[in-house]
């Protein structure tokens, strides 16, 4: 029977260089907000910079330096007091199962490869459809983020919609293929945007919805451009979002996923953040009539709190998604019918094993830990909101639905334009400065806003309050030496 490793160094070089590295991760975790604001990127880049070495340094000192170049521009992103972007804290359990991840070094492109790994994404998906309350016939493939698991989904969309109307788009290609029209609101997140231009969709081909003052699409407008801009028959995809980026708010999938349907049109949903509403029960109407929808992608590196990097391409028609995606080669091992090979649903046939770290946080969190987490973090949202907008001089621009805040400093009436904008982006230079939290800026309808995303496993409501006064502090600063109030 195997024995727990002891907590003593190894004799063995690869021991005592992994013993010491856990040990530098460790120590670093332990408080990860004590060190300083980060450097910047040309005092990382000068630390970092030097000749190819001639000869090759011993692990140990490669590790030193490694660490000693690196903390100094390390963001504070684990830490309790990170609302820069919608990113997680990387959980502890997660990390740990990702150590093991790359220690182990199973490249999952299939089942007779990697038979742990590919068993262990198996299990995590079943678990991830469960959570989130999709259709369990889906399938699951395990990607970098968001972006590429719209990529994933938008390619099984494209080739679904051209099958239907009699092509077959992984045989003959774009060229000759009848005109898809996708519809896409106009806030839409650009990585969305992205994944559809790398699909061939030009930017100018888009049919965009108008946004209401939220950012989600008006559903008014989106009936009129549907009857319109798409001829009848005509293969369609429609995108939607779940979570928009600076308001939190979601489109209104109950009313436009059937009108979508009545077309014979495929809705996908961009749900990096917002899906994980459906988790949970105080929330979950946020995203109704979402599991009517044909894919959705979304974040493991989010509420999840797994480890970067980690996304999911969801697609309800796992015959379209392995359409979409399998890499077949006389090599590769076949599949029988209770066999999943991960590659078949990512573009990817090497890549991480991003199913160990999922399935360790399903199981350490469970479906109620997951609920208790959206739900706090949603909470100390409002918290925060409320907070900034007792304050002279700010306003908070979204309705707080979700774990989003939006915030301008010096006001948002008529003629604050550019003394708005200039405000709000010395607070949060301040802020960044002050280093307590971290908070970052955005434009959103022609003004400056800081975006505040509350998500990390590890905040209190104690790390809300430490916040709100240190964003107070700096905003007074900054209009006391404006002359603003």
Known sequence: MDETPQDETPQDETGALLLAA????????????????????????????????????????????????????????????????????????????????????????????????????????????????????????????????????????????????????????????????????????????????????????????????????????FEDLLARAVPEGAPLIVVTQAGHIHSGASDDHARLVPLVRARGGWVHVDGAFGLWARACPTHAHLAAGIEAADSWATDGHKWLQTPFDCGYAIVRDADAHRRAMTIAASYLPPVSEHERDPSHYVPELSRRARGFASWALLRHFGRAGIAAMVERHCVQARLLAERLAAEPGVTVLNEVVLNQVAVRFGGVEAGAGAAGDALTRATIAAVQEDGLCFAAGAAWRGRWIMRLSVIGASTTEADIHLSADAIIRAWRRVASAAGAL
């Open 22 to 221: 856990a040990r530098r991760a460790i120590a670093y975790r332990a408080d990860p907000t004590s060190h300083p604001p980060a450097t910047d990127y040309a005092a990382c880049l000068a630390a970092f910079d030097g000749p190819l070495p001639e000869a090759g340094v011993p692990g140990a000192d490669v590790l030193d330096a490694l660490v000693a170049r690196a903390e100094p521009g390390l963001r504070a992103s684990v830490g309790p007091r990170f609302f820069g972007w919608v990113i997680g804290n990387s959980h502890p359990v997660g990390v740990a199962a990702d150590w093991l991840t790359a220690a182990w070094g199973q490249n999952t492109a299939n089942h007779f490869a990697a038979p742990a790994a590919a068993a262990a994404e198996t299990v995590a998906a079943r678990w991830l459809l469960e959570v989130l309350r999709l259709p369990a016939e889906s399938g699951v493939g395990f990607v970098t983020g968001a972006t590429m698991a719209s990529f994933v989904a938008l390619a099984a969309a494209r080739g679904e919609v051209l099958r239907r109307a009699g092509w077959d788009v992984e045989a003959l290609g774009l060229f000759g293929a009848p005109p898809v029209r996708v519809l896409i609101g106009e806030e839409a997140h650009a990585s969305v945007f992205s994944a559809l231009h790398y699909l061939g969709f030009g930017k100018a081909s888009l049919i965009r919805v108008p946004a209401d003052a939220q950012g989600v699409m008006r559903p008014d407008a």
